[in-house]
């Protein structure tokens, strides 16, 4: 394992982190000893991760954990009674020793800056509750949340969750035809939007889109408009409510005790046919996970300020707000892009406020680290502990240079790999074992997961599927209103089986690597490959920005290899074989791409995820599916008129 590593945890380091005092606590040394016994008796395990998080219940569970034979439906923490809302603010705001905490700080891009304590996020937080029952919202109805990374935001979703209702957070760069689907499938009754935010300079009109979603919805009554920009906007008297009126009436409230499995939360994922899943968390799942990766495995505490780059519409925004706040950290929003007005934009807030635990993405590293005016160092980043990663593969050069020019060679970087469906990760950087590039070099604890054959064996050194052999915290309650759609993404190749759709390595060092989605995964003449593979031989041109890779039909191979690629210079003539050459030395020749295509950018989404399932669909004028998650969908018409 040490012959891999690049990060060593050291003794001082060691036995600061709350994960090695939980441990000694429960009376464990060793760490894989302790992981073995958080998947061998999972009821004990969560229900230390209870204790240990002090989360806070109105009426105590009668049992951790409770389910059949068939384990697709759990229930957890049995006749207790709960709020999210009593765990990430109440119980902070009503001690003296941490009511004046910071608990949110918000950055626009235009650089205006507004801070809460916990007391005062408190004091919103419940005229936004007494404003939304007087116009009518009740315990179990449903909103949707399509708003920017704004103070607002967070305060809204904590007091619909105060009162017993269901947010559910779209992605705020949607248009209206993304919102309306979202809304119909879970029949949305409210609407939170702003009249518009910043974005690059400019003002982006949300009201607009929400207009034409809202007239999309029938079950809609109402939207909800908070002024961000002082932009004028369309305004329907008998519909739209202004949110400076509504947090005028400031009455108590009190906070609604929920049951342990009452849906809190429902965040929409695309899928692959283009209709959204609606998955299902509740209040003692996604806040309690998200609370335990980031609090006992990322190290966040009480003083802490966690940043993510994300918006609320992705699984990283829920989690930003109750990983930091359940456990008594700031959390930063930032309304802005990172490379916007320069390329330095994400190290100065890092530096501006103190941040401790920043998320980033590989994709954005990958565009800052080539761009002449990315200089890190110019910014003090001291106060930086932890770099989180997620959203999809790294490749060795950008996550070295994350290592090396951002965190000195000094702070770790903790790969964090689970999704929507997980409410967090099931693979990790614990920080009690040494960490190398790429990699991850444990699952989660608490977290039994395996990487399977096709015949369903567990299996080492060799690329298999990602899967998860018992109940955890935080798994989806299924999809809304669609349950049979929700044993047929994850029940159906392996019995009493998860099957997560990554395709893994795990090998004899103990070291995880993710090679792509299995959908993603190139099957070149019997030969097994994932894209992440293709795509970190290609990217090693000094040349080259990123790449991406794809499987297209080849009538003797069965499948042939195709590369994307965006350059920092205009291509010369032989490029394309020198990259297929790279490949061919790094992987083989049997492995080698048969084409290699220069293209502007790559289509992804505005937190850096790429779509190789939609490069693939344009390359071959196949259906698109779900695009509006898509940030620049102008690069397919690009895409569409390649020679294949």
């Known amino acids: 394992m040490e012959n891999k590593a690049v990060w060593f945890p050291n003794e001082k380091e060691l036995t600061n982190y709350r994960l090695y005092n939980w441990m000694q606590k429960l009376g464990y040394n060793d760490y894989d000893s302790f992981y073995k016994k958080s998947i061998d008796d999972v009821s004990w395990f969560w229900d230390e991760v209870m204790k240990e998080l002090n989360i806070s219940w109105y009426e105590p569970y009668q049992q951790v954990l409770q389910f059949e034979q068939d384990w697709k ?58 404003g939304f029952l007087k116009i009518g919202m009740q315990k179990g109805d449903i909103v949707t949340i399509y708003m920017p990374m704004i103070a607002e935001t967070v305060i809204s979703i904590l007091a619909l969750a105060k009162i017993g209702c269901i947010y559910s957070p779209v992605f705020s760069g949607y248009r209206a035809d993304a919102i309306a689907s979202r809304m119909n499938a879970s029949q949305s009754t409210y609407l939170i939007t702003a009249d518009s935010f910043f974005r690059r300079g400019k003002k982006i009109p949300m009201k607009t889109e929400a207009d034409t979603a809202a007239n999309m919805t029938p079950s809609l009554r109402k939207i909800i408009v908070v002024n961000r920009t002082n932009e004028k906007c369309p305004w329907d008297e008998k519909r739209d409510v202004d949110w400076t009126q509504l947090l005028s009436t400031g009455e108590s409230v009190e906070t609604e005790q929920m049951d342990s499995n009452d849906p809190f939360m429902l965040i929409y994922t695309s899928g692959t046919t283009g209709k959204p899943k609606g998955t299902v968390h509740t209040h003692s799942g996604f806040p309690i996970k998200a609370a335990f990766d980031a609090g006992i495995c990322m190290d966040v505490k009480q003083g802490d300020t966690l940043f993510w ?62 761009k002449d005016d990315t200089n890190p160092h110019q910014f003090d980043l001291s106060s930086l502990r932890l770099i989180g990663s997620t959203g999809e593969p790294w490749n060795q050069d950008p996550w070295m240079w994350l290592f090396e020019k951002v965190g000195n060679k000094k702070i770790p970087i903790f790969n964090y790999s689970g999704g929507t469906e997980i409410s967090g990760g099931i693979l990790g950087n614990i920080l009690l074992k040494p960490i190398a590039p790429v990699t991850f070099n444990s699952p989660i604890p608490g977290m039994k997961a395996d990487v399977f054959n096709s015949l369903g064996q567990s299996v080492t050194d060799e690329v298999g599927e990602l899967v998860i052999t018992k109940p955890w915290v935080g798994m989806t309650k299924g999809f809304w209103l669609e349950n049979d759609r929700y044993e047929e993404a994850y029940w159906q190749i392996f019995n009493q089986t998860w099957v997560h759709g990554d395709l893994v390595i795990k090998d004899s060092d103990g070291f995880w690597t993710i090679t792509g989605r299995a959908d993603d995964i190139l099957n070149i003449a019997g030969k097994r490959v994932g894209p992440a593979e293709i795509e970190s031989a290609i990217v090693h041109h000094h040349d080259v920005i990123e790449a991406a890779c794809i499987g297209i039909p080849h009538p003797i ?58 490069i693939k669909a344009a390359y071959l004028n196949q259906p698109l599916g779900d695009v509006s998650s898509l ?14």
């Open 73 to 130: 439906m759990p229930k957890w923490f049995v006749d207790g009674k709960i709020n999210v809302v009593e765990n990430a603010l109440n119980k902070w705001a009503n001690n003296t020793a941490t009511q004046f905490h910071t608990a949110i700080i918000s950055e626009g891009e235009n650089g205006d800056v507004v801070r809460y304590s916990f007391l005062q996020l408190q004091t919103e937080v419940n005229k936004a509750a007494s």
């Open 309 to 370: 780059y994300t918006d609320m519409g992705w699984m990283m925004g829920p989690f930003l707000i109750f990983g930091g706040l359940l456990n008594g950290a700031t959390i930063l929003l930032f309304e802005g892009v990172p490379d916007y007005p320069n390329n330095n934009r994400i190290w100065q807030l890092s530096s501006k406020h103190n941040v401790t635990h920043l998320g980033i993405s590989p994709t954005l590293i990958r565009s800052l680290m080539n």
């Open 557 to 614: 191979k069965g499948e042939s290899a195709v590369c994307f690629v965006v350059m920092k210079n205009s291509p010369s003539s032989m490029l394309p074989n020198d990259l297929i050459q790279l490949v061919a030395i790094s992987l083989g020749k049997a492995l080698k791409p048969d084409l290699v295509h220069f293209i502007p950018a790559l289509p992804k989404t505005r937190n850096g995820k790429i779509m190789r399932r939609i």
């Open 631 to 644: 940030e620049n969908i102008e690069v397919l018409d690009i895409i569409k008129q390649l020679k294949i």
